[in-house]
């Protein structure tokens, strides 16, 4: 595991607040910004998301970044420049997530070579399930990144046994079916999966999609999940359109900071 | 086997391989099974009016030089090639014990012949399409809301069927329990492209024996049009081995220098829509609109079998222009009296090209893939503006 990334979950008293924004939304200087005010309320790990033309996973809060993103300019060329930015401003482990075509047409090794040149720990790929999982993670591993995979309510449990034999970093566990996006509840199913996995991995776990509200991470956190990553909760407040820049990275440090308390470790 | 070479797989969210195996298991088990092949004879023959003809075009052979007959898929019930295999994943949904079919569409007839599968089998259906196709293909809209669909407008990205089928994913992403995807094209992730080419496959082994009957041997030639490509893979598979050249015609748009949708002409390899397959992207991977003036055309992917046979050189691609899909259009309706799809019209034009350099003797054949009803108002109106 990288080291930064190992190092993160083994100093923790509760679960790790991973913050996403996505690269570029809506320009590449203020994705430096907001990684400043994450990173100063206490984001545990930054996760950049490299926006696709076609994202099959994401809600439109998610979608909506990435087009803002996109039509400012945002390409993969910047978003390692935008990693190599904020790696110079932080020791906290930085994720890239994005899709599938992204990597292939840079090249997949040319892209985790360039993903650890730049200072990223860890690389997620939302449309690549186990079947398709071996370049990836024979690139990430040469490169030295951490290959992330994902576990999901339909995974049977002999699935999981070899995701979890293949995964690296991490855990990413679906906490909700469908795309990613806020969710008013949590699902009782997501917890049930999360204390599965638990028992069959030393991998930390990480729940994802739907993580709205510090009551959301307070029960996780309950249920021993070892991180949260949020989502669009984050990302909506950006772009809203006649509230100042500074305005919207203050609501995002707020958010953080309620979510790191809840956790347990504010 | 999820690959034609390197191309295809399962590029999905893992939430969605669930679905996959169920739907990968239905296509090795209940598919082959005596109960469905007599279930989808009776709907194929009994309610979609199969066989259909092949016609020998008196006229076009006459004009053209060569014999020139059409696979005629417009006289299939719902009007297109779409309905076999709408039909055929409607009984596997059925066979499935699920109740919900969603389904994309771009020029709206294989949301329509998705719909008139769903009634008949009392499933029930929801449509995406995109916003900027529900306006080019109103009588679409009109036809499936009559046969009960819903159909659900998408206003996301370019707004045709690239988007419609992002849609229809993220809606099946979060209801694959109890929803099965009726994907229109050869496209998708497996077991999607081997799925609909079977099911597609009756227009090729029809015109076989069909043109045994009638000429007592092969064609030389064979074009289909291709946007995913389900309409040529059904003409072409059982033809692969056989000495018969094969053409796809791609929509050229406005050339090839312009805006266009002819992937395999115009485009490289990536991953869209679950498949590794030939995109139109830019150097990032970020996939472009696609332009044609057909709506069916109109995706800047490709079905990855097309792929395969493309590198292979097994089957040769084309690009065929907007003007020249228009011209064709008009050729064949007042030559033959049959009005094609807009989509078909393409095959037409590049028929057309190929017959310049045959023999009297020899066969071309057209898979005339719809009737262009959906078409007539679009067409009318450029007739109006002039060139
Ligand atoms: C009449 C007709 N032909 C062809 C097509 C293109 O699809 P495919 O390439 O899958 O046959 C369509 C798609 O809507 C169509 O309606």
Known sequence: MSSRLSGAFRTRGGPLIVTCIVAGDPSFEESIRISRELIAAGADIIEIVMPFSDPVADGPIIQQAGSRALAAGMNTDLLFDLVREVRRETAIPLLIMTYANIVVRRGIPRFYRDAADAGADGVVVADVPLEEADPFCTAARMAGIDPILFVSQTTSPERMERILAKAGGFVYLVAALGVTGMRDDLSPQAIDLLRRVKQKTTLPVVPGFGISTPEHVRQYADAGADGVIVGSALIRMIGDRGTPMAEQGQGMGDLVRAMKRSAGRG | ?387
Not at chain 2, 17 to 22: F, G, N, P, V
Not at chain 2, 322 to 334: G, H, I, K, P
Request: proline residues 4%; negative net charge.
């Open chain 2, 1 to 387: 086997m999820s690959r034609f070479g390197e191309y295809g797989g399962q590029f999905v969210p893992e939430s969605l391989m669930y679905a996959l195996d169920e739907l990968d298991a239905a296509y090795r088990t209940i598919v082959p099974s005596e109960e469905f092949r007599e279930e989808m004879g009776y709907y194929l023959s009994e309610y979609a009016g199969r066989p259909t003809p092949l016609t020998f075009c008196r006229n076009m052979s006459a004009d053209l030089g060569c014999k020139v007959y059409l696979k005629r898929e417009d006289l299939l019930h719902s009007g297109a090639h779409k309905l076999n295999n709408a039909l055929g994943q409607a009984l596997l949904t059925q066979f499935m014990g699920k109740r919900r079919i969603i389904a994309e569409t771009g020029a709206g007839q294989h949301g329509v012949a998705s719909a008139i599968a769903g009634a008949a089998l009392g499933l029930s259906v929801e449509v995406y399409m995109g916003e900027e196709d529900m306006q080019r293909q109103a009588l679409n809209v009109a036809r499936m809301e009559m046969l009960g669909a819903t159909v659900i407008p998408v206003h996301s990205g370019s707004r045709t069927l690239k988007d419609a089928i992002n849609e229809a994913l993220r809606d099946w992403v979060a209801n694959v329990q109890d929803t099965h995807y009726l994907i229109g094209s050869v496209v998708g992730p497996h077991p999607f492209p081997s799925l609909v080419r079977d099911f597609q496959t009756v227009i090729g082994q029809e015109i076989r024996e069909q043109v045994m009957a009638k000429e007592g041997r092969l064609p030389d030639v064979m074009v289909a049009c291709v946007g995913g490509g389900s309409n040529a893979i059904g003409m072409f598979s059982p033809f692969l081995d056989d000495p018969v050249e094969l053409f796809g015609a791609e929509a050229g748009g406005e050339g090839l220098a312009g805006r266009h949708g002819a992937t395999l002409c115009g485009g490289t390899p990536g991953v869209l829509h679950g498949s590794y397959t030939y995109l139109i992207q830019d150097a990032f991977g970020q996939v472009l609109e696609s332009h044609s003036i057909s709506a069916g055309l109109d995706y800047p992917g490709v079905g990855p079998e097309h792929s395969f046979l493309c590198d292979e050189k097994r089957v040769t691609y084309q690009a065929v222009t907007d003007t020249e899909a228009v011209d064709s259009f008009l050729y064949l309706s007042r030559t033959e009296g049959i009005i094609p799809a807009l989509e078909s019209a393409h095959a037409v034009a590049l028929a057309r090209r190929i017959a310049r350099d045959r023999e009297k003797e020899d066969i071309l054949i057209i898979n005339l893939s719809g009737r262009g009803d959906k078409d007539v108002a679009q067409v009318a109106a450029l007739i109006k503006e002039g060139p």
